[in-house]
């Protein structure tokens, strides 16, 4: 038998459930392609409506729900203004450059994940023959797990309304911050003119994302999505997943950032660690000796995998229970007394 691993690399590493996967063997399919997939109408409608958006694009992954959102907004020489650390600009390939000549103008995030609304507006370009054409402010919820306060959702996106931008939102882990805040995801969602959302994280779907907006954004999406080569066909046994997870994962999110917030505490007396107070289902661990990938390699032996870095990201979600987070918090403890010997012999 193999030895059951602990995985807290992201909440991507989750698996289909039993009750999930039953679903997806019940999924009634069509042709997506000719936009008669009955389980994909579903799940796009379903998001759009949970969103309070007028329509919703699955797509096979979370940067191609991105990517098809910039391409759909914006035109070559245009501009994006976004965080220096968001994944629409340093986690996609440079995407939007790539494939649609469009400029980010990334600016530093702040400690609570927002753009300040000053550097917003100072970033955005006056209407010159010089400049690209700044069109489009893009936000990330969570950012780093940190789910952004709701006051500042409305004011950025006034900000960018009066300026003449649109704003799309990176909402990969928006149900995070929902449950965070304890309101409907629509609330977060509603000012926005297009979300993308992760089914495949915390949620817990094998694959895919859903892109909403109103009608003409997402007409739009389709087109780049088929040009991206992103039209997939019987894609309801996905999509079914999908529905699947927004069912019956969101509430449970609250499990995660529970175990999350325990986790954090477990090791936040750990001599030689400090751990951000963690908002979601995210903890980040500051190690002093900056001896992550020894930290990695001797969790790796107690069945425990994480990225080694510093601050060490641990997730939490679906596959990791309460009892998992003891074990870490026990792990951790031997692993980092045996690790500060060292450092200190
Ligand atoms: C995971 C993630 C995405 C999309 O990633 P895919 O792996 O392409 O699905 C986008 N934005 C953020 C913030 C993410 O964490």
Partial sequence: ????????????VTRPTDTMRQAMMDAEVGDDVYGDDPTVIQLETRLAEMTGHQAGLFCPSGTQSN??????????????????TGHTYKYEGGGAAVF?????????????????LDKIDAAIKPVDSHFARTRLLCLENTQWGRALPMDYLGEATALA???????HLDGARVFNAAVKHEVPVRQICESFDSVSICLSKGL???VGSVLVGNSEI???ARRWRKVAGGGMRQAGILAAA??????HHVDRLAEDHDNAERLARGLQNIEGYS???????MVYVHDAYGRANELKARLERENIIVTSGNPMRLVTHLDVSRDDVDHVVGAFNKVSSIIAVEAVG
Avoid: W
């Avoid at 038998?1 to 991507?12: A, G, P, Q, W, Y």
């Avoid at 020489?77 to 976004?82: A, L």
């Avoid at 995030?109 to 927002?114: L, M, R, Y």
């Fill in 218 to 220: 997402i007409d739009r």
């Fill in 275 to 281: 751990v951000d107070k963690p908002q979601t289902n």
């Fill in 161 to 167: 309304r009066r300026r003449g931008l649109a704003v």
């Fill in 100 to 116: 649609g000549s469009i400029q980010p103008q990334p600016i530093d995030f702040d400690e609570n994940g927002c753009l300040p």
């Fill in 242 to 247: 999908g529905l699947h997870a927004i069912e």
């Fill in 204 to 206: 817990g779907a094998p």
């Fill in 67 to 84: 990517l098809l959102a910039l391409l759909s907004h914006c035109e070559r020489g245009d501009e994006y203004i976004v965080g220096q």
């Fill in 1 to 12: 038998m193999t030895v059951r691993k602990i995985d807290l690399r992201s909440d991507t």
